[in-house]
């Protein structure tokens, strides 16, 4: 059983917190909990976080899973948090006043197997939306629910932890929910370095991170098919469902990364950003419950079909030569990340930004940042940082068959 339940769980059951699921699949019973107003964002260190993790360590246990944390289900990391917008958190051994406790929780199947696969999603989001991160600019905080950021990956998570309990015996599995991602990575990175399994018997890693709006078209964005050779061919030979946007690179804003620079093999799964990306809008009603069963319905194929090939070799992507440059200056959009065509397209723009003042507008495509010509979602970033704040220049876009020069001020 869970040896560290909180009061702070009693006290939402108490408080009329939606009651937890049986072990069995429930998608949505899992998001409503873990997205509700009485977690308050989980924001990584905060109660509401340490909540939501003693609610995931009990899914775990009542679904027969074996502790694989260093204190029961759980692995706690001390970080100090980044002071400025262009630094980065950083792990501690003292504990001071500045010192935040993230939790990792890790659940295990043991089929006795020489190789292990990990499946994660993490949990933490953005609290009150107070400590940076926030696309929200109403005049107070409010509670960032993260339904599909990213209470989605977990429910998949934990369905996924369900079905694979008695099938597909040839590798074991460990079920992570990580800490501190929107802080950097932080709880798959810690892992990763000081990991409860042994690292070089990890066959595979796939990551769950916004899976929750599967649009009607059914698009669905995976990252890292070149981070091994059978992953395309895998992919795309057992898909009959979705229209499948693909990207070969192992190095993406979400914890696969933290696996793939420990050199293994990663799969991301991603159903693209929307309007409530990052807002108190991100909310349980709005999630596509259906979608998120194809999608688990999908990567459980894919394990099965994975599942009598051995260990996994381990490629390194060409894309990941050049570091993900750092930005000084923002132009306040957000990108298309399923969008499969020449250019960034922008699905979102952000109030009181320069892209705002400078007119853009969601759908547009940018080409180009002044001298810089914009090809794919790389270039557009190399371009913006190449800038500093107070500089001007033009941005040229496609809007329809047009193309459309704006003057922006960063």
């Known amino acids: 059983m869970v040896k560290q339940m909180s009061l702070s769980v009693l006290l939402l059951t108490l408080m009329g917190c939606p009651?937890?699921?049986?072990?069995e699949n429930n998608l949505k019973a899992d998001v409503e909990f873990l997205a509700s107003d009485e977690?308050?964002?989980?924001?990584t260190g905060s109660d509401g976080e340490k909540s939501a993790a003693d609610y995931i360590a009990q899914r775990f246990d009542d679904l027969g899973l074996e502790e694989k944390g260093t204190n029961g289900y759980f692995q706690d990391f001390k970080f100090t948090p980044k002071t400025d917008p262009h630094s980065e958190a950083s792990f501690t051994e003292s504990e001071d006043g500045s010192t935040v406790i993230g939790r990792n929780v890790l659940g295990y199947i043991d089929n006795k197997a020489e190789r292990t696969i990990v499946i994660g999603a993490h949990y933490d989001h953005l609290g009150y939306g107070d400590l940076g991160g926030s696309l929200f600019r109403g005049e107070e905080n409010e509670i960032h629910n993260g339904a599909d950021d990213n209470a989605s990956?977990?429910?998949v998570m934990l369905n996924l932890a369900y079905r694979l309990r008695d099938h597909n015996k040839n590798n074991n599995y460990l079920f992570m929910a990580f800490s501190g991602e929107e802080l950097g990575l932080?709880?798959?990175n810690f892992f990763v370095k000081n990991s409860t399994v042994p690292v070089d018997k990890i066959n595979y890693m796939?990551?769950?991170d916004m899976v929750g709006r599967l649009s009607?078209?059914?698009t669905l964005a995976i990252y890292g098919t070149g981070t091994s050779p059978l992953f395309k061919q895998t992919v795309m030979s057992n898909n009959e469902t979705f229209k499948i946007i693909e990207n070969e690179s192992g190095v993406g804003p979400s914890d696969h990364t933290s696996f793939y620079l420990g050199d293994i093999p990663v799969l991301h799964f991603f159903t693209g950003q929307h309007s409530d990306y990052h807002k108190p809008t991100d909310d349980a009603d709005k999630l596509n419950y259906e979608g998120m069963q194809l999608i688990s319905d999908y990567i459980f194929t894919l394990i099965s079909d994975l599942d009598n090939n051995g260990k996994l070799a381990f490629r390194k992507t060409a894309s990941d030569e050049t570091e993900t440059p750092r930005f000084k200056v923002t132009l306040g959009v957000i990108p298309d990340y399923l969008f499969d065509g020449e250019g960034m397209r922008i699905?979102?723009?952000?109030?009181?930004?320069p892209a705002q003042k400078a007119g853009l507008q969601k759908g547009d495509v940018v080409v180009a940042l002044g001298d810089y010509d914009v090809k794919h979602m790389m270039g557009y970033m190399q371009a913006l940082s190449k800038f500093e704040e107070g500089n001007s220049t033009t941005v040229k876009v496609k809007r329809g068959d047009q193309v459309v020069s704006v003057e922006v001020t960063f």
Do not use: C, H, I, Y
């Open 19 to 23: 009651t937890q699921p049986v072990p």
């Open 216 to 218: 009607n078209e059914k």
């Open 39 to 43: 977690l308050q964002g989980r924001q």
């Open 206 to 208: 796939f990551n769950m």
């Open 186 to 188: 932080l709880g798959s």
């Open 347 to 353: 699905d979102g723009v952000s109030e009181d930004k």
């Open 153 to 155: 990956g977990v429910a």
